[in-house]
């Protein structure tokens, strides 16, 4: 697997997306060094956080010295929809001035329905759906076993009792690659 050294920005809710963003980006090759910057909810409302602080990362994403790079950005659905998940990021852009995200951006977007313990709880060969709200790990780290299959089931197609927003995920993660290999170093 190539070792991809590109500037990442993971702007996520909680504690548990970050492990489980820093596992998977390790996994699938990327250096996690002086790289990396993480911004993360301090306290309270993580989904709010992340909605108000995305302009903000797209705006230095597109600025000259973060063309080369990657913006991760984990957002729980809660009790929404994807669809309405991401058409508030893009209000919080346009309100902004800025465009909504472009196809050619690697700005990759991820929402797990109801939230990321969904995810892990699949992962974990569970059957899940995406209204139950599941029990959180004793140990934030507990998910990297389970983030490992992700890696693997992402290219080799998840099962098809998958959560639609991870089946999303795989395809959101599929959308940006090709994106990175201009930036390899």
Known sequence: MNRRRVQIVILCEDKQQEVFARHFLKKRGFILDRNLRIEICPKGAGEQFVRKRYPAEVKAYRSKNYLSGILVVLIDADKKTMEERLNQLDEALSENSQLVRQPKEAIAIFIPKRNIKTWI???????VDQETEYSKLNNESGCKPYVENLVDQCYQGLN??????????????????????????
Do not use: F, K, V, W
């Open 121 to 127: 709880h699949y992962l974990q060969d569970e059957t």
């Open 160 to 185: 098809d009792n998958a959560p639609p927003s991870l089946e999303a995920a795989c395809e959101e993660l599929q959308r940006i690659l090709p994106l990175l290999n201009t930036y390899e170093r």
